[in-house]
C-alpha cells in the first residue's frame, strides 16, 4: 500500500462530492469532519444510509495506508447512525467495489441497511 492518502481533490463531476459540497441536497442524518451520512435515495431496506467521505476517494481498490485513519471513522459512524436510528438487533454494512462489486457511484461508500432480516449470500 502507498503510505501517502489517496487524491484528496473533489470534482464537480463526482456526484457525492456534490452532495458533500451541498450542491445536491441531502438530509444529513450524521456529520463530523470526516464524513456524513444520507439516506440512500433507492432504499433497498427499511433503514438504508449511505456514509461517505467528504474527501473523494474513488472507491475500496484506491485506498492508501495514508486512509486506514478516514476509513476507521466510516465504520465507526456507521456504527453511530446504527444505534441512533435503533438497530439493535443488528444490520448490515457493504461496501460495493468496482464493477463487478456493483459499485454505480465513484466516491468510496459504505451502505448501512437495516430493519430487516438479511439474507446470504447477497446478489
Ligand atoms: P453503489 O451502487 O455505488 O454501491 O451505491 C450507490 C448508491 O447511491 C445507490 O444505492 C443509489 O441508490 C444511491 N444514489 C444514487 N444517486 C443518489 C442521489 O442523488 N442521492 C442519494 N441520496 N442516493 C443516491
Ligand atoms: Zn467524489
Redesign the pocket.
Known sequence: MKATPSSSSSSSDC?FCR?VSGD?P?NRVYEDELCIG?????PQAPTHL?IIPKRHIASAASAAEGDTGLLGSLVAAASAIARNEGLSKGYRIVM?TGDDG????NHL?L?LLGGRRMTWPPG
Open positions: 456526484l452532495i445536491i441531502a444520507f439516506p440512500d435515495i433507492n449511505l460495493n456493483g459499485q454505480t457511484v461508500h451502505h
